[in-house]
């Protein structure tokens, strides 16, 4: 096979160029189509805890339209509502895992609410620990 000379070389090179932008195209326009046909699935995805029995469902599939309490598909009762995370141990701690815990205000009660793990209090959008701590959990894991 005989050597290529520059203007060989350029023009491989630049056909190659064409091909990858090519592809990269072909890769994100199918990306953009999927997700055009599907423009709320993921958001429509939640994890949710039974009040009953503080079984927790996590992925559940909502409706477009649903609202809390959401009936639980096992007993077909309005039970599930969207549980808090908290990320902390009882001796301060930070967990990779998060114990699921659904706020009193949701549920009917009355009172703060509170982590049975970590005696804290549990907030709507309850705050993480801060990110060393959970890097450090990681580590531990």
Same mark, same amino acid.
């Given at each position: ?5 520059? +203007?060989?070389?350029?023009? /491989?090179?630049?056909?190659?160029? $064409? /091909?990858?932008?090519? $592809? ?13 046909? !599907?423009? &709320? ?5 939640? *994890? ?6 503080? #079984?927790?469902?996590? @992925?559940?599939?909502?409706?477009? @339209? !649903? =609202?809390?309490? /959401? ?6 009762? +309005? ?11 009882? @001796? %301060?701690?930070? +967990? $990779? ?9 949701? *549920?009917?009660?009355?009172?703060? =609410?509170?982590?049975? &793990?970590? %005696?804290?209090? $549990? ?7 801060? *990110?060393?701590?959970?890097? #450090?959990?990681?580590?531990? +894991?």
């Amino acid at each position: 096979m005989p050597a290529m000379n520059d +203007k060989q070389k350029t023009a /491989l090179a630049a056909g190659a160029a $064409v /091909l990858a932008v090519g $592809v990269l195209v072909y890769l994100v326009w199918g990306a953009v189509a999927r997700s055009a046909a !599907a423009p &709320d699935s993921t958001s429509r995805v939640r *994890t949710m805890m039974c009040a009953e029995t503080g #079984e927790v469902i996590v @992925d559940m599939r909502i409706a477009q @339209d !649903a =609202t809390p309490p /959401l009936a639980n598909p096992k007993t077909g009762r +309005k039970t599930l509502y969207p549980p808090e995370t908290c990320f902390w141990n009882r @001796d %301060g701690t930070a +967990k $990779v895992t998060p114990t699921y815990v659904l706020l009193n205000t949701l *549920t009917g009660k009355t009172g703060k =609410t509170m982590c049975p &793990d970590c %005696g804290r209090e $549990v907030v709507f959008h309850n705050p993480a620990p801060p *990110t060393d701590l959970l890097i #450090e959990a990681g580590k531990k +894991k």
